[in-house]
């Protein structure tokens, strides 16, 4: 009987190991992307799959922060941009619109919005304080200033020493967004 409760043991570890190096996300990561799956905020891919390991681009946090505001299927009545990168027939374009409309994401001095790009842990956090109004509140130098605020908002951990220049996952901005969502807000937020 031990030797078999030592082979289970041994199985379950080696499942455990494997699962996570194979999928590359944390247990937060996958709780929080399945909350914003039965959200309607994180929509996935036609086989089911969140596909959380892979690294989000700049079009698709446009999108996930227009759900959230509730702009999904709306017309917002407010100056857009004609990015000279974004075609109109461009799946993500009407999210990219409101994004810029909402002031949630701006596009590169040249005119660019730059869709395919990567996004780091830095601007997803700076998107993120924005988001709950505290742009105005944040004071020194970038990143750093971003960084900080949101640690003291609770955007991202305290103890966080995530590089400001990394390149974040879906699963990665999946639980910058929950924690987001879960930010208790003062009377210093223009959100309250």
Same mark, same amino acid.
């Given at each position: ?42 929509? /996935? $891919? @036609?086989?089911?799959?969140? =596909?959380?390991? %892979?690294? &989000?681009?700049?079009? *698709?946090?446009?999108? +996930? #922060? !227009? ?39 701006? /596009? $590169? @001095?040249?005119?660019?919005? =730059?869709?395919? %790009?990567? &996004?780091?842990?830095? *601007?997803?956090?700076? +998107? #993120? !304080? ?59 937020? +223009?959100?309250?």
């Amino acid at each position: 009987m031990m030797k078999k409760a030592k082979y289970i043991l041994v199985l379950l570890l080696t499942l455990t190991v494997f699962s996570t190096s194979v999928t590359g996300t944390t247990d937060d990561e996958y709780f929080a992307g399945t909350r914003l799956k039965q959200l309607g905020v994180l929509k /996935g $891919y @036609p086989d089911g799959s969140l =596909k959380l390991e %892979n690294t &989000i681009n700049r079009s *698709e946090v446009a999108t +996930i #922060m !227009v759900r959230i505001r509730g702009y999904e299927s709306e017309v917002i009545n407010l100056p857009g941009k004609n990015f000279t990168d974004v075609a109109s027939d461009f799946w993500a374009s009407n999210y990219i619109q409101n994004a810029y409309k909402l002031g949630i994401i701006q /596009g $590169y @001095p040249e005119g660019a919005f =730059k869709p395919s %790009n990567s &996004i780091t842990y830095a *601007e997803v956090v700076a +998107i #993120m !304080v924005g988001a709950l109004g505290f742009k105005d509140q944040v004071t020194g130098d970038w990143p750093y200033n971003y960084i900080n605020k949101g640690k003291e908002l609770g955007v991202i951990p305290k103890e966080s020493t995530v590089d400001p220049g990394k390149v974040i996952t879906r699963g990665e901005m999946s639980l910058i967004v929950w924690d987001t969502l879960l930010v208790k807000l003062d009377d210093t937020s +223009i959100l309250h």
